[in-house]
C-alpha cells in the first residue's frame, strides 16, 4: 500500500507519527551496512587465507626486496595466518604437510610461522609476542631467500661463500629489518638469535640456555620441525612423528627438553596433515588432533587392499580397531591430496 509517493512532504508532527506508527520507515545507516555486507567478498576457507599468504609472500617479493614497506606488509601476512589458526588450526597445520606447491624459500618461512602461531596460542602467549613470533618466522631468512631455493635442489656439499651466507643470515637478517623501519625487539631479536642452540654450538653470538630468547626458541623448533617434514633434492622428508622424536631427543640440535615437550604436545605425535596406517590396514590422513597425542581423528583415504576410496571415512583412533600402528611418509599416498573431502569447506580453495 502506497503511504507516500516519491518527494512527498511531511508537513505534521501528526503524519510523522502516524508513519512511525507503521513501522515503514528504513533507517539509512542499517540500508548502507546491509548494501557493503552484500557487497563484500566471501569470507575465504583457513586453506585458502594460508596461500593467500603464500602467493602474496611470493608475488610481492617481500623477502627478496625489502624496502619501507616491509614490516606493513609482514603485518598483513601475518594477519592472514592469524585468522586461519584461529578458525581452525588443524587446517593450518596440515597444509604445512599436505599443500607444497610454493617455492621452498616461501612456504618453509608459512609454514614456520602457521606452527609459531598455534604453538603460542596454545601456550598463551601474548597477542604481542604472537605477531613477533610469526613476524620473525616469515622473515627469519630475509637475507637468504635466494640462497634457500637453490640450496632447496643441491646435492653438492656447500661452498665457502654458501657457508659464510648460512652463518651470517641471523645477523643479517635483523639488520635488514631495522634498516626496513622494524621497531619491534621481540621481533627482531627472534631473527637474530634463531640458530642459538642452548648448549652454546649456534651462532651468531653462541649464546647458551636461557640466554636464548624465548620468542627465538619457538622460532627454532618451527624452523627445524617444518624443514624436516619437507623433503629436499639430497634427502626425503621425514614423517611427522620421526621429525618430532628427533626434536625431542636433541638428534642433530640440542633444544630445551621442556619447551620441545609443550611444543610436541601442541602439535601432537601425529599434527594435522600426518599420513597413518591403521589397525585395520587403511592408510588415512590425520584430521583433528585428539585428547591426547597419540589418538586423533583420521580420515582413510586408501583401504586395506590399496583401493583409493572416493569419499574420506573418519576414524577414531582411540578405538582399537582403528589405532594408529605405524606412520607413513607423505610419498605413501602416491597423489595430491583433496583437502577439502578431508575437511570440508574450511579446506575449500576459495
Not at 609472500?57 to 625489502?66: D, F, H, K
Not at 638469535?193 to 619457538?218: C, F, N, T
Not at 624436516?228 to 621429525?243: F, N, T
Request: aromatic share 4%; glycine share 8%.
Amino acid at each position: 500500500m502506497l503511504l507516500l509517493r516519491q518527494g512527498a512532504v511531511v508537513a505534521t508532527e501528526r503524519q510523522l507519527e502516524k508513519l512511525i506508527a507503521f513501522g515503514l520507515f528504513i533507517d539509512a545507516d542499517v540500508t548502507r551496512a546491509h548494501d557493503e555486507s552484500a557487497q563484500a567478498p566471501p569470507e575465504r576457507s583457513p586453506l585458502a587465507l594460508i596461500l593467500e599468504a603464500r602467493r602474496q609472500l611470493e608475488a610481492a617479493c617481500v623477502l627478496r626486496s625489502p624496502g619501507d614497506e616491509l614490516p606493513a606488509q609482514v603485518w598483513r601476512i601475518a594477519g592472514l595466518l592469524r585468522e586461519a589458526c584461529s578458525v581452525n588450526p588443524d587446517v593450518a597445520l596440515a597444509a604445512i604437510m599436505l599443500q607444497r606447491d610454493a617455492p621452498y624459500s616461501v612456504r618453509h618461512a608459512v609454514d614456520s610461522a602457521t606452527a609459531c602461531h598455534v604453538v603460542g596460542a596454545a601456550l598463551g602467549m601474548s597477542a604481542v609476542d604472537a605477531v613477533a613470533a610469526t613476524s620473525a618466522a616469515l622473515t627469519m631468512n630475509l637475507s637468504m631467500m635466494a640462497l634457500r631455493d637453490a640450496l632447496q635442489y643441491q646435492q653438492a656439499p656447500l661452498s665457502d661463500d654458501q657457508r659464510r651466507s648460512v652463518h651470517e643470515h641471523p645477523q643479517r637478517s635483523a639488520q635488514m629489518l631495522i634498516a626496513c623501519g622494524v621497531e619491534d625487539a621481540g621481533w627482531i631479536e627472534a631473527v637474530r638469535h634463531h640458530h642459538e642452540v642452548i648448549d652454546g654450538s649456534g651462532y651468531p653470538a653462541r649464546k647458551r640456555g636461557a640466554d636464548i630468547p624465548y620468542l627465538a626458541q619457538i622460532v627454532a623448533l618451527a624452523d627445524v620441525y617444518c624443514a624436516r617434514v619437507s623433503g629436499r633434492a639430497y634427502r626425503p622428508a621425514l614423517d611427522s612423528r620421526i621429525a618430532l622424536r628427533r626434536i625431542f631427543l636433541d638428534e642433530g640440535v640440542p633444544v630445551d627438553r621442556e619447551l620441545a615437550g609443550q611444543f610436541i604436545r601442541v602439535l601432537g605425535v601425529y599434527p594435522p596433515g600426518a599420513v597413518v596406517r591403521l589397525n585395520n590396514g587403511d592408510i588415512a590422513v590425520v584430521i583433528q588432533r585428539g585428547e591426547s597425542g597419540t589418538t586423533p581423528r583420521v580420515g582413510s583415504v586408501i583401504g586395506p587392499g590399496g583401493l583409493r576410496m572416493v569419499t574420506p571415512i573418519r576414524r577414531d583412533t582411540s578405538e582399537p580397531a582403528y589405532a594408529i600402528r605405524d606412520s607413513l611418509p607423505r610419498d605413501a599416498l602416491g597423489e595430491s591430496v583433496n583437502m577439502r573431502a578431508l575437511w570440508g569447506k574450511d579446506a575449500a580453495l576459495d
